[in-house]
């Protein structure tokens, strides 16, 4: 008897930033404070000082300079397209600006679903985590659907509720991937690990999940197999260290660190330009 044929995995939306095709939702729907990442406050729905009429960035190229290191390392998963472009079919807030308030609520809530669709994305393509596959599945189904919600749904939509049911089989895909790590597993989950001194250290098939790493030494650490889901590497040193087969790592992770040409990432993501 023929086997079953594999379920169908829904076409994704993208989940990497296009600002070509966002009206600027993170330079005006989110707030920021006046810190070492952003040079002055701004308040939820309010234009960014630097936002130009054609929604592009007057300081792009000059950001960190400038004091806006916090736009460098922000990354929306798509998110910002998604609304622009599906969500809002191409009204932007300006020439509409009937939109403004809804497009401005939903933005935050689309960012999330994107995020978990990565996040599951990932799970997905851990050959470990094959006896998850079926539900991990169903929950991306799930997931994918709610990005094509309108805006009043997405507004109502209990996503604290979805996270932690898709948390509860991330977290089981990571332990079923990190039982290959060689060694005894580090359980760093949730640590204060801010400034540590962890140069050199054999982190393959750690548990990181959620640990402050801001400004801690990875220099030349081996963190294959690692759990970096929250982790906060805001100035960690990654220079020299091996992040290939690390579990959940994001773009908006490695954007915050400090690396170089001889740290070595998955391929899915791309080396910073501010990378020494």
């Known amino acids: 008897m023929p086997s079953s044929p594999r379920p169908a995995t829904p076409a994704l939306p993208l989940l990497q930033a296009d600002c070509a095709n966002c009206f600027a939702l993170c330079c005006v729907a989110l707030p920021f404070a006046k810190s070492s990442d952003f040079a002055v406050n701004k308040a939820a729905g309010t234009p960014c000082k630097n936002l130009r009429e054609d929604f592009r960035c007057g300081i792009h190229n000059r950001l960190r300079d400038q004091g806006f290191q916090g736009c460098t390392v922000f990354d929306c998963f798509g998110a910002g397209q998604q609304i622009s472009q599906v969500t809002f079919e191409g009204r932007d807030w300006r020439t509409h600006p009937d939109t403004r308030q809804a497009m401005f609520d939903a933005f935050p809530v689309m960012r999330q679903l994107h995020e978990l669709l990565f996040y599951v994305a990932a799970a997905l393509d851990l050959p470990a985590a094959a006896p998850l596959h079926p539900a991990l599945r169903t929950l991306l189904t799930r997931t994918e659907a709610l990005t094509r919600a309108d805006a009043d749904a997405l507004a109502a939509l209990d996503v604290p509720a979805l996270r932690q049911e898709i948390n509860t089989l991330l977290l089981k895909a990571s332990e079923l991937a990190r039982a290959k790590a060689p060694g005894r597993r580090k359980n760093h989950r949730g640590a204060d690990l801010m400034g540590a001194r962890l ?27 690692a759990d970096l889901i929250g982790a906060d590497l805001r100035d960690t040193n990654l220079r020299d260290a091996d992040l290939r087969d690390t579990l959940f790592l994001t773009q908006a992770q490695l954007n915050a660190a400090r690396g170089n040409p001889g740290t070595r990432i998955p391929p899915t993501l791309t080396r910073p330009a501010h990378w020494a």
Do not use: S
Not at 208 to 221: E, H, W
């Open 199 to 225: 140069a050199g250290a054999d982190l393959r098939g750690a548990n990181l999940r959620g640990a402050y790493l801001i400004a801690a030494d990875l220099g030349r650490a081996d963190l294959r197999g």
